[in-house]
């Protein structure tokens, strides 16, 4: 989707701070980080939210989830503990019409979140 700010990212035509890259999957740093640690992983695919997602695109969320594990394994927080959070639609908070998953960590993280 040409308009879709996340898809330029992924594509390199906006900077990023690399987090992780292969075919399918892109992670980089949030610019306004809501923990020590937080990674946007988006699918490179546009998908513009979880309630667009098909079955066909089931090997992709999990590749998504996979490369979340990654992520964590490599920024050293895999073993105290992380949080995967989707937002979905205007009332979950999502803002970037663009499915993405935040992990978030470095630090204890309070529940309820909201």
């Known amino acids: 989707m040409s308009g879709c700010l996340f898809c330029k990212i992924a594509a390199g035509e906006i900077p ?19 923990a020590p640690v937080h990674v946007l992983l988006i699918p490179r695919k546009h998908i513009a939210s979880m309630n667009d997602a ?31 959070v989707n937002n979905c639609g205007e009332d979950g908070g999502q803002t970037v019409h663009h499915l993405h998953v935040h992990l978030l960590g470095g630090r204890g993280l309070a529940w309820p979140p909201g």
């Open 16 to 34: 990023s701070e690399e987090a992780y890259a292969d075919e399918e999957v892109y992670g980089f740093h949030d610019i306004s980080p809501q």
């Open 54 to 84: 098909s079955e066909a695109d089931g090997a992709l969320l999990g590749k998504l989830l996979l490369a979340a594990r990654k992520v964590a394994a490599k920024l050293g927080i895999a073993e105290g503990g992380y949080r995967l």
